[in-house]
């Protein structure tokens, strides 16, 4: 593109509002900036900044060049990292919180020496914008509207049923309605959407309301009463024997699923994919 550099030199100018800033953060000379301006300006037949004080504001025409070329650097400077992150073999992947901690986490190691790919994760659930945060892929369940923008890769399909630990259950198998019904504010119908899913319902029970899911989780692995778990997050439980789910799992009608930018991926994102595919398959529970 011709006068590519007079754009940059606008672009960088119009954030600064400041011939001398940008032309310290450029690393040329004021002089140099002010060139630039002028050939652009010279190029477009248009006025692009005016004097005020000591500063440079836009014209209406550069406010208006100026939404053009954010869009247009920006979206430079994510292709840039994207092509950063495929030669260097690392992904920077959102993950929901309970899911890093309980079951992605563990398996990591695994999955880097395997590949050699090194997975750096950030937490976070529901909607997310893979653009403005530089992420490479996002795991989610699917229990918000996915843009239309995103592909989303089907993981697993989400089961779920109450959880207790081993002692708790034996304590108050007898006697249900003394079972501490234990709450998510993340997850608050968990309970209700599980009673009408398999048919069980637990009468006259106390309750006990967690911020977040993942404490829920661990209270009913210390015995504080019984969470609806969600298969994934809770296979390692089952297995360790810190939890029993003596009601067995029912589908929830959610799954995971991976978020990508498009449907073709990367070869370090397919990888990644193909794993995650392998290693969720697994978290199943056995049916009739």
């Known amino acids: ?21 940008a032309a310290e953060k450029l690393h040329i000379t004021h002089g140099a900036v002010s060139k630039q ?14 004097k ?14 100026k939404q053009y070329t954010d869009i247009a650097f920006n979206a430079l400077d994510n292709g840039i990292k994207k092509l950063t ?31 050699g ?18 992420l490479s892929l996002a795991i989610r369940r699917d229990d918000f509207d996915i843009s239309p923008e995103y592909t989303a890769h089907n993981l697993v399909n989400e089961w779920v049923g109450p ?14 309605g003394d079972i501490v019904l234990l709450h998510s504010e993340t997850r608050p119908s968990a309970w209700s959407d599980w009673s009408s899913r398999s048919k069980h319902t637990f009468y006259t029970n106390k309750s006990k309301s967690f911020e977040h899911f993942y404490f829920c989780l661990q209270a009913a692995v210390d015995g504080l009463g019984a969470a ?22 029912t589908q929830s009608g959610h799954k995971y699923v991976l978020l990508s930018h498009t449907e073709r991926l990367g070869s370090n994102e ?19």
């Not at 794993?275 to 529970?285: A, D, G, H, N, V």
Request: glycine share 6%.
């Open 228 to 249: 609806i778990g969600s298969y994934p997050l809770i296979v390692d439980d089952l297995k360790s024997g810190r939890l029993v789910a003596p009601f067995g799992f």
């Open 163 to 176: 959880v207790f630990s081993p002692e708790y259950w034996r304590k108050s198998q007898n006697n249900l």
């Open 1 to 21: 593109m011709r006068h590519l550099k007079a754009f940059y030199v606008f672009h960088v100018t119009a954030e600064s509002s400041n011939y001398s800033k």
């Open 270 to 288: 397919l990888e990644f994919l193909t794993w995650l595919e392998k290693t969720m398959s697994l978290c199943q529970p056995e049916t009739p």
């Open 52 to 65: 005020q004080g000591r500063g440079m504001c836009l014209t209406q025409e550069g406010e208006l060049l």
């Open 117 to 134: 790919i090194d997975v750096r994760l950030s937490t976070a659930g529901g909607p997310v914008d893979l653009n403005e945060t530089g």
């Open 85 to 115: 992150r495929e030669s260097n073999k690392h992904l920077e992947v959102s993950c929901e919180p309970t899911l890093t901690m309980r079951w992605l986490m563990p398996r990591l190691a695994s999955f880097f020496r395997l590949t």
């Open 37 to 50: 301006i002028k050939l652009l300006e010279s190029h477009l037949s248009q006025m692009l900044f005016y």
